[in-house]
T-cell receptor
Framework: QKEVEQNSGPLSVPEGAIASLNCTYSDRGSQSFFWYRQYSGKSPELIMSIYSNGDKEDGRFTAQLNKASQYVSLLIRDSQPSDSATYLCAAQVEYGNKLVFGAGTILRVKS | DTAVSQTPKYLVTQMGNDKSIKCEQNLGHDTMYWYKQDSKKFLKIMFSYNNKELIINETVPNRFSPKSPDKAHLNLHINSLELGDSAVYFC???????????????FGPGTRLLVL
C-alpha cells in the first residue's frame, strides 16, 4: 500500500512567521510531488509541484524534496491569516497516472 | 471561465436511491478523475479515464459506475446509495503523464452528497 504521511496538526504560527509543513512517502519510485491548499468547504488548489531534489521557490512558498529520505516539505514565509487552511501533500505512485494524497495538515495563522 | 465544473453542488437523497454526478472540463486535458473525500478530509482516488478509456479503477463497490462520453466529460453514477457514501466527490483533470512524470491535476468545486 503506497502511503503519504503528514502530521494532521493543527500547526499554529503567528502572523509573519515561517510555517513548515512536512510529508513523507513510501513509494521510492515516486517522481512527482505536489502541495495543494484546501480551504474549508472548497476544492484543493495547487500551491507547488516539485520533481527534482532540492528547493523550488515561488513567491512566499518554497517546496523542498529529498528523494533519498523520501521527504517533501513546504515552507511558507511571512505567513498570513489567509494562509490558514489544510495543506495536502501528494505523491505520484510509481506506475500509473495516479496520485496518493496525505491526510493533510491544518495550518492556523494567528494575527 | 470555469476550468473543471461539476453538477450538482449539493445532493441530498435517501438510502437506496440512484444518483448521478456530472463533470466537465474545458482545459483540453485528456485525463479525468473521480476522488472521494470523507469526513476526515482524506482524499482518495476512485477512477481515472484517459481519452474515454478507463485506466484506474480502485477498490470501489460495483454500485459506482463512471462513464466518459468524450474526453471533456466524466460522469459518476451511483446505484443503491448507502449511508457510507456520504462524502464530497471531486472531479479532476490533467494532461497524461509525460516521461514518467505526473502532470498537475486541477480539481472541480466538489459535489457534497448526503445520504439519509
Amino acid at each position: 500500500q503506497k502511503e503519504v504521511e503528514q502530521n494532521s496538526g493543527p500547526l499554529s504560527v503567528p502572523e509573519g512567521a515561517i510555517a513548515s509543513l512536512n510529508c513523507t512517502y513510501s513509494d521510492r519510485g515516486s517522481q512527482s510531488f505536489f502541495w495543494y491548499r484546501q480551504y474549508s468547504g472548497k476544492s484543493p488548489e495547487l500551491i507547488m509541484s516539485i520533481y527534482s531534489n532540492g528547493d523550488k521557490e515561488d513567491g512566499r512558498f518554497t517546496a523542498q524534496l529529498n528523494k533519498a529520505s523520501q521527504y517533501v516539505s513546504l515552507l511558507i514565509r511571512d505567513s498570513q491569516p489567509s494562509d490558514s487552511a489544510t495543506y495536502l501533500c501528494a505523491a505520484q505512485v510509481e506506475y500509473g497516472n495516479k496520485l496518493v494524497f496525505g491526510a493533510g495538515t491544518i495550518l492556523r495563522v494567528k494575527s | 471561465d470555469t476550468a473543471v465544473s461539476q453538477t450538482p453542488k449539493y445532493l441530498v437523497t435517501q438510502m437506496g436511491n440512484d444518483k448521478s454526478i456530472k463533470c466537465e472540463q474545458n482545459l483540453g486535458h485528456d485525463t479525468m478523475y473521480w476522488y472521494k473525500q470523507d469526513s476526515k478530509k482524506f482524499l482518495k482516488i476512485m477512477f481515472s479515464y484517459n481519452n474515454k478509456e478507463l485506466i484506474i479503477n480502485e477498490t470501489v463497490p460495483n454500485r459506482f459506475s463512471p462513464k466518459s462520453p468524450d474526453k471533456a466529460h466524466l460522469n459518476l453514477h451511483i446505484n443503491s446509495l448507502e449511508l457510507g457514501d456520504s462524502a464530497v466527490y471531486f472531479c479532476a483533470s490533467s494532461q497524461p503523464m509525460t516521461s514518467g512524470y505526473q502532470e498537475t491535476q486541477y480539481f472541480g468545486p466538489g459535489t457534497r452528497l448526503l445520504v439519509l
